[in-house]
């Protein structure tokens, strides 16, 4: 599943958002959490079910309206092995809906370490001859700036149908502080995304897009719209939107001429809907679905 599958979800599903599961415990209503502790206690393992199934429930209620999802690493791991097994079930639960699944794990190393992590995420480990896969997503977001020997071992894994995400302008308030950085003249995030346009040249699919995608922020409208010209074979993912500041018109830079090459996170907007509704907890899915049909509108009328 590389980015022809996640460009004919979009399609089908007429819809280039993707919902950030980065569930924080206060996020899951109250029962659910009450319910997996009354399960498993204030634990580790407590808190890893609750987070199960406040996104299964969120994955039930999205799935055939919204073609992504985009899980975040930190918010299973601070849980340990039981946050782990959550993100595991997650992905593969997703994955069984027909959801293309993005981790945002933002890997980054060199060498034989790039690889390993490579492997683990997007390739196969191998076990004294026999290949396993150790996680399941269709891709994942990687860390640029250890060069191109950190970039080479994840793009060698896109052979195997699987997207990367490379981080060209975030949408963080101080992503500025180096990506804006001149170097001989040009800020550092052009120089990123020269060197993520040539790699993504090495193979264009059918679609017109590279499994060598970028992410580009929400937040930075006018650098987005330099960065789509520059970038015309890479697949956008585009943070920023909704709690972050980002709007419909702010993401439009990211997508072709078309209204494609693009899709946009929402992770808050849509996990928290039902809190901004000031709904009944036990609507929380229903609050979500209404908030990404609404998201959906807002982006279709300006592609």
């Known amino acids: ?97 027909g959801m293309y699944v993005i981790l945002d794990v933002k890997r980054g190393d060199i060498g034989k370490t790039a690889a390993a992590y490579a492997a683990a995420y997007i390739g196969e480990t191998d076990i004294d001859g026999e290949k396993v896969r150790a996680f399941l997503p269709d891709g994942i977001t990687v860390n640029p700036y250890l060069g191109t020997d950190g970039l080479v071992p994840f793009v060698s894994e896109t052979a195997n149908d699987k997207s990367i995400f490379v981080l060209v302008k975030t949408s963080n308030p101080s992503s500025g502080e180096l990506q804006d950085l001149e170097a001989e003249g040009t800020p550092v995030y052009m120089h990123t995304a020269a060197l993520v346009a040539k790699l993504a040249e090495e193979k264009v699919m059918p679609c017109g897009y ?59 907007g849509i996990m928290c809907a039902y809190k901004r509704e000031n709904c009944a907890e036990e609507d929380f899915a229903g609050a979500a679905r209404r908030e990404a049909l609404r998201m959906q509108k807002a982006l279709s009328e300006v592609l």
């Open 210 to 268: 590279s499994n060598v995608g970028c992410v580009v922020g929400a937040t930075y409208p006018k650098e987005a719209e330099t960065l789509r010209q520059m970038l015309p074979h890479s697949f956008f993912l585009v943070p920023g939107y909704g709690a972050q500041g980002g709007g419909a018109a702010d993401v439009r830079p990211c997508f072709d001429q078309n209204g494609g090459g693009a899709i946009v996170n929402s992770s808050r």
């Open 1 to 97: 599943m590389g980015i022809e599958t996640l460009c004919a979800n979009i399609k089908k599903k007429n819809n280039p958002t993707v919902a950030g599961l980065d569930p924080e415990l206060s996020y899951v209503p109250g029962y659910i959490r009450e319910a997996a502790y009354h399960l498993c206690g204030k634990t580790l393992e407590g808190a890893a079910e609750a987070l199960w199934q406040f996104n299964r429930s969120l994955i039930d209620a999205l799935y055939d309206i919204v073609p992504a999802v985009k899980p975040q690493s930190a918010y299973y791991e601070m849980y340990g092995l039981p946050g782990l097994i959550t993100m595991d079930k997650t992905i593969r639960y997703a994955k069984e809906k």
